[in-house]
């Protein structure tokens, strides 16, 4: 069974930082790309950030310049460091993954259950 366990949401205040990790477990044979999502109050899920096997990184407009996303392949474990918060990046934030689960399955999707961010003014 896999999962995905996230971590480092909280509260904190406009101007912040705060790391937010996730961490794939289970039998699998590899992760492919990796990345973050968030959930505003009464919105729909929109990317923040993406990081393929190889490194290669993807931003939402919004938060460039301010959260940079990485991972450790042997951990199995992405990673989103969040500068300069604002209160409008407040949301449920969710971890993504494609997993190859055996050689002959293919890949698929998978969720993390989501950290609350919360930045106050």
């Known amino acids: 069974q896999v999962q995905l366990v996230e971590s480092g949401g909280g509260l904190v205040q406009a101007g912040g930082s705060l790391r937010l990790s996730c961490a794939v477990s289970?039998?699998?044979?590899?992760?492919?790309?990796m990345g973050w999502y968030r959930q505003p109050p009464g919105n729909q899920r929109e990317l923040v950030a993406t990081i393929g096997r190889g490194g290669s990184t993807n931003y939402a407009d919004s938060v460039k310049g301010r959260f940079s996303i990485s991972r450790d392949n042997a951990k199995n474990t992405v990673y989103l460091q969040m500068n300069n918060l604002k209160p409008e990046d407040s949301a449920v934030y969710y971890c993504n993954a494609v997993i190859m689960l055996s050689w002959v399955s293919g890949v698929s999707d998978y969720w993390g259950q989501g950290t609350q961010v919360t930045v106050s003014s």
């Open positions: 289970g039998n699998i044979v590899l992760v492919d790309s």
